[in-house]
């Protein structure tokens, strides 16, 4: 094989250069250059052009194509699963991601601990962070079977492939890439070019080997991976840990899955004895309440494939600033906006002089458009002071004209809201469901004012 050369990549404008500079020589930004590794191409272009005529790669026909559907293992962990597509995909590459400390290494040893016991896989946990002390330590707190879980403590590649080559094992953990690093290159480990290179090793182990592996990939300041983002498109899923840190509910998504629907949730619970999976969730995003209170709105979201009931609270307060606050945890804060103009023009309610407090209960994320018309109420059930019906349940999207648009698997979240009890439903007419739902009355509006009318006049 031809021997691998390090070159330097400019990060902003692309230039390459031989050498290591703090200024690109190309477009004068500093510090932009990274370390990356070019496999050389032996002989030169013309002499390859020539071999690929005398011998041209192959074209596949898809129908000729002879694949076999993809093999999933059920990890034993139903949520896991749940944002998986339906178990692991022998081969695959899993980036997880998420703040330190929110159970990242703690669900990895689980499921490796799962898996080893159901599907009897072998498993290995690979470790540049803790001690194996310190990771047998855990498993033991944690009651799982110390015999079935092995566990390296090494960060470099070139002493791991070769015995992951040796034991193949049928899944593997890497904790963290970040700690990862290759002799390929002489930057620390973490720094841009090591991170991109040992996850490419990894992927080709995986690819080549059909070992699964999951990434666990530290997140910087504002939530990204560490790293570039290109590890984001070598690995076939990404799962993101998010939630409230005060909460004992960890919420884990699935941003992108090449085997399965994105923005799948799973819900689980971080207790003494590890992360408990939660497989009736919509019960958990619910406060209860002796009684209504004002700004408190019941909707159901549906993020991934199940229906979630989540409540949306709003508090409204005279502001003393001249820019007032428009605060949302768990929602999008644009969105806050484009709606609270909406009030203003097609329904004349004011707010420029109020502060406005959005909060979507229990940590859980909402990047839905059905949760435009719970927004508006709960702002104006706060800002009116006045509770909204008992056991009132309600979503639709609002347009830019103020009309209220159906979303989609409206009777699912129908049946959802029925299920834990809701009696009374404010919907958009495109999902009032024809047949209705039994015990539960379904108000279908096409417009913000109508619902106005029917809950504030
Ligand atoms: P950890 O998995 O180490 O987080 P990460 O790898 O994402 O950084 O999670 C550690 C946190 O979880 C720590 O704050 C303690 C808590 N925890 C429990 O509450 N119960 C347990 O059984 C375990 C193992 C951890
Ligand atoms: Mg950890």
Redesign the pocket.
Known sequence: MAKAKIRYNCNVCGGISPKWTGQCPDCNAWNTLEEVVVAANGGNRSARLQEGVMNPPKVSRLDKVNATREIRTATGIGELDRVLGGGLVHGSVTLIG??????????LIQTLAAMADRASESTLYISGEESADQISL?AR??GLDLAKLNVLTENNLERILPLILHAQPGVIVF?SIQTAYTDLLQSAPGSVGQVRECAAQLVQLAKQSGISVFL?GHVTKDGAIAGPRVLEHMVDTVLY?EGDPGSRHRVIRSIKNRFGAVNELGVFA?????LREVSNPSAIFLSRHDSQVPGSVITVTREGTRPLLVEIQALVDSTALANPRRVTVGLEQNRLAMLLAVLHRHAGVFSGDQDIFINAVGGVRITETSADLPVLLAVLSSLRNVPLPEGLVTFGEIGLSGEVRPVQNGPERLNEASKHGFRIAIVPQGNSSPKGIQGMEIIPVTRLTKVLELLFK
């Open positions: 998420g703040d330190p400390g929110i159970g990242k290494s703690t669900l855990r707190r944690l904790d666990v840990f971080m207790t003494d004895k590890g």
